[in-house]
């Protein structure tokens, strides 16, 4: 699949004949540093754009335009509707899209509240929560409406490290409860290996496939190593280390 | 890797390193403890501080009442007034401030008492003389008003939505307030009455409609412009269709500038309908405020003049503090949009 963008004076081809195959259950992670198209690619199988080249198929159906079977979390704090409290932005798409009735949607909407930890929020309206907290609704939002595949986008990226530490690990949670299927784009690749287990390295400019690896389990800090090495010696040549993002 | 804070030991702070700062300050090559002796403290018996949360003395309390500062302003405005009108004592110019009030309560409503024999004709009569009571020429210029806004708001809604989804749209809006939002709506009303009729009130509406529509448009559509790509991202993604697309997520995002379009679009449709009133004398069969204005000028009650400008000037402040602010604090105010 090839993906372009125009600008007022050019064409910008994104990603060059990128191919990967995600199957249920994966954490698939898009790796690479900035102007890889990783995040193009990501918009591209949420339908917000169209590939030049190659096509996009989901459970064998064509992605032409974006739909709820493929909810997003963005990067931004400010996806959250401000005028909706923490309960009813989860349970707006459940309503409108799903078509929920009222009772299945509340229910709905409180167990994933309860599952991202904010039932003591979910009155509160997102201008008086903090950035991690937003997160973890817009998480909420995405994960109530069961998708086919949830799409995330940098979503821990504007986090401070602590905070962005410990949503990868509640992330890691959600997905042992949930076994949902995760595309998930990052420049970090101390966030790919503990997020993914499965990790589709890119090289930038315009953004074509190096490698596509096995992660390693949590539990194994010396496979981690070894494996965000490797990957740092994909992207950068032999003589980088591994600089962490925290 | 560098040094991780550059130039951190230039760093002074009026409040202890939290963490470990022997280690942070071994890192940094500085010895260690030599001229800063450590110290620990128990703050849990403090009693010094008295009450965290003391309570406002009452005078403070009043004063922090929103309506109780501007009202004060108004007051000394009003004094002011009284006393550059008692020093000059020209009523026929200047009118104090009781006189004006009195006039104007003493126009507000029908005379109903002077009615010696009650009759259906009598009560019209009291209602619709020539010098109307104040109530009834407001009502009238209101009804007036509402019309034309409502369809002027309808209609800037409709373009502005159009010129959100398409170019062609976009530049339709912009080139038409490029041409219509500098004409006056003053300068429509001889084409107005040539077209509809002197004493037609659609003349009239016709006026507000022109002198509400584009403010708003212009307001409604940057503030479409203006809501973030993630908010309509996020909306896409929900599969909304386009109708709930624009009342469900386009409307509420941009409401902080749509509120001030409607803010502006008011205040252009009331002076205009004010001033057409005055100069052209054009409203229906019941004048309006900007006739009562006109006609106490003609027979000189310069009192009742100044009453029907203060009726303009309380229904500009009614809308603002009362209307519009009741709906900013139940929208943009309570969704953290505008402070």
């Known amino acids: 699949m090839t993906l372009q963008y125009k600008t007022d004076e050019a064409r910008v081809t994104a990603t060059f004949r990128v191919s990967f195959q995600v199957q249920r259950s994966d954490r ?25 080249e190659g096509e996009l198929m989901l459970r064998g159906e064509r992605i032409t335009r974006p739909g709820p079977s493929r909810m997003m979390v ?8 401000p005028w909706r409290t923490v309960r009813e932005n989860v349970l707006f798409p459940l309503r409108s899209a799903r078509g929920l009735s009222r009772g299945d949607a509340n229910a709905r909407a409180d167990l994933y509240i309860e599952k991202v930890k904010l039932t003591k929020f979910a009155d509160a309206y997102p201008h008086t929560l903090s950035g991690g907290m937003k997160q973890r609704v817009a998480i909420a939002r995405g994960m109530a409406m069961e998708p086919d595949i949830l799409l995330m986008d940098e979503p821990f990226a504007a ?13 890691l949670q959600l997905w042992e409860g949930t076994k949902m299927t995760i595309l998930f784009v990052t420049h970090s690749i101390e966030e790919a290996v503990i997020v993914g287990n499965r990790i589709l390295v890119l090289s930038p400019h315009p953004g074509q496939v190096r490698a ?9 800090p010396i496979g981690a ?9 994909l992207l950068f040549g032999e003589d980088n280390k591994v600089v962490s993002h925290g | 890797m560098a040094d991780p804070m550059p130039g951190a030991s230039n760093l002074s702070t009026s409040s202890p ?12 090559g500085i010895a260690v403890g030599a001229d800063r002796p450590e110290f620990e403290r128990d703050t849990s018996g403090s009693t010094a501080v008295g009450d965290v949360r003391q309570k406002l003395n009452p005078a403070e309390r009043v004063w922090g009442f929103e309506i109780v500062r501007k009202s004060t302003i108004v007051l000394l405005l009003l004094l002011a007034w009284q006393w550059g009108a008692l020093y000059y004592d020209n009523p026929l110019g200047l009118p104090t401030a009781w006189e004006s009030h009195k006039a104007l309560f003493d126009n507000l409503v029908p005379k109903f008492w002077e009615i010696k024999e009650w009759s259906w004709e009598a009560v019209k009569k009291a209602c619709n003389q020539d010098n109307a009571p104040l109530l009834i020429m407001t009502y009238a210029s209101i009804k007036l008003l509402l019309v034309g806004y409502a369809i002027g708001v309808l209609l800037a809604c409709l373009l502005s939505v159009a010129a959100t989804f398409t170019r062609i749209g976009r530049d339709f809006l912009e080139t038409l307030t490029a041409m219509f939002s500098p004409l006056p709506a003053i300068a429509l009303v001889p084409l107005a009455l040539i077209w509809f009729g002197l004493g037609n009130p659609n003349a009239m509406i016709f006026v507000l409609i022109h002198s509400v529509m584009w403010p708003v448009a212009l307001n409604m559509h940057s503030g479409f412009r203006a809501s973030g790509t993630t908010l309509r991202m996020v909306g896409q993604n929900y599969g909304l269709g386009p109708f709930r697309f624009v009342a469900m997520i386009l409307i509420p995002a941009a409401f902080p500038a749509i509120l001030t379009g409607l803010k502006i679009g008011w205040a252009f449709g009331w002076r205009t ?34 009453a029907g400008l203060l009726m303009v000037i309380f229904i500009g402040l009614l809308v603002e503090n009362v209307i519009f602010r009741t709906v900013e604090n139940k929208t943009v105010r309570k969704w953290g949009m505008q402070g």
Do not use: H, Y
């Not at chain 1, 963005?74 to 509707?81: I, K, P, R, V």
């Not at chain 2, 229906?284 to 003049?305: P, R, Y």
């Open chain 1, 159 to 171: 986090l401070d490290a602590l905070t962005r530490r410990k949503m990868q690990e509640e992330l």
């Open chain 2, 17 to 28: 390193t939290p963490g470990n700062p022997t280690a942070d300050r071994a890192r940094l």
């Open chain 2, 273 to 306: 309908l004010i001033a057409a009133e005055l100069v052209f004398g054009v409203n229906g069969d019941q004048g309006g405020l900007g006739w009562f204005v006109f006609m106490n000028k003609n027979n000189q009650n310069t009192d009742a003049v100044f």
């Open chain 1, 212 to 220: 596509e690896l096995n992660s390693v389990p949590v539990s194994d």
């Open chain 1, 28 to 52: 698939f992670i898009l790796l690479g540093p900035s102007g890889c198209g990783k995040s193009t690619l990501l918009k591209a199988v949420g339908g917000f754009l169209q590939p030049v």
């Open chain 1, 74 to 81: 963005f990067q931004e704090f400010d996806q959250l509707l």
């Open chain 1, 225 to 233: 190593k070894n494996l965000q090495d490797r990957i740092s010696r």
